[in-house]
């Protein structure tokens, strides 16, 4: 199956303090149709960026290098003619706080039908036939009264449903959603990420999807990406997380994740912080936090290298988990 979306090092500059400074060191994603792939890592990891470079919605005197292709087609090179056609009709994206991407002085209907009659050039009527239909698919009751509505007066998980009303009112192929839920309680998430997981389903979309949360990600989609200070370090697929992890920081974040129904289990932490992109020295960028770092990890930056499910950019992988924690083998 060929790629819709592929990225092979990826690099992006940001120009701080009038000097170029990369935040985003390789990023590679592959995205086949109809497919959905998890983005995982700790904030200021670059997870974002590398979403906002597949629509170009980067900083002004942003630069990117290496390979990003939609349908095999560079983004990076696409006029502004095409550009407005790929973000109107190819990709669309759901951001994690949607109070910060709607006009508050214009009402939801309006946000909503705007871009279906100017970028589509659909009449008035059926834009709105549309856009009621599928906030009916997304559990908005009582749509039409809704769309009347300005954003502040609606919840913070309705107007998360507006956004997702609105990216699939456009039809994309692949749609790109920030950590959706974050901002929302739990049940409310969950109700959320149910809404994308079945919208994606009956319409075939492809799926990359941005969160911190690795057990979420292996529920949702079929692969999972971790990226870590710029980086994607390891790539694997969604079952079987926990046994095949390869790499020292993934295995690290499933470590960290509280024990359910254990109340005596104590949380584990990462030791040390997290780096940014541009704080990533010489060496592989996890080194001061690994419990099994050498020599060779502070001088070489580890490149991907293939596993038995995936790649991992670890000069020293880790060998799967067995069923039973104590038959684990010792690092080699």
């Known amino acids: 199956m060929s790629a819709l979306l592929r990225m092979a090092g990826l690099r992006l500059e940001l120009p701080v303090g009038g000097e170029p400074r ?13 497919r959905a792939v998890a983005l995982v890592g700790e904030s200021g990891s670059g997870k974002s960026l590398t979403a906002r470079a597949v629509l170009r919605l980067l900083p002004p005197g942003a630069r990117t290098y290496g390979t990003l292709e939609f349908d095999g087609e560079s983004v990076p090179d696409m006029s502004r003619e095409r550009l407005r056609a790929y973000r109107a009709a190819d990709v669309a994206m759901v951001f994690q706080d949607p109070r910060a991407h709607v006009n508050p ?46 954003p502040h007066e609606l919840s913070g998980g309705l107007l998360q449903r507006v956004m997702i009303a609105a990216a699939l009112a456009a039809e994309p192929r692949l749609l790109l959603a920030d950590e959706p839920s974050t901002a929302l309680d739990v049940t409310t998430q969950e109700e959320v990420m149910a809404i994308i997981g079945e919208a994606r389903q009956a319409r075939g979309l492809a799926l990359l999807f941005i969160t911190h949360d690795l057990e979420l990600a292996a529920a949702v989609c079929d692969r999972v990406l971790v990226m870590y200070a710029g980086s994607t370090v390891e790539e694997l697929p969604a079952t079987g997380l926990r046994e095949r992890a390869a790499h020292p920081y993934t295995r690290a ?50 490149e991907p290298r293939p596993t038995d499910v995936g790649a991992a950019a670890c000069h020293f992988p880790l060998p799967f988990l067995p069923k039973d924690p104590k038959e684990v083998a010792p690092r080699a």
């Open 22 to 34: 990369t935040v985003v060191h390789r990023a590679d994603v592959t995205i086949e149709e109809g």
């Open 105 to 150: 002085a214009r009402s939801v209907g309006d946000f909503l039908v705007e871009g279906l009659t100017t970028a589509r050039g659909m009449p008035a009527a059926d834009a709105t036939a549309r856009v009621i239909r599928i906030l009916r698919e997304v559990g908005i009751g009582d749509a039409e009264r809704r769309m009347r509505r300005r």
């Open 253 to 302: 974040l499933l470590a960290s994740r509280p024990a359910v129904g254990d109340a005596t289990a104590g949380l584990r932490a990462i030791a040390g912080r997290p780096l940014s992109g541009f704080e990533v020295p010489e060496g592989c960028a996890f080194a001061d936090r690994c419990t099994g770092v050498r020599d060779r990890c502070r001088t070489e930056r580890p």
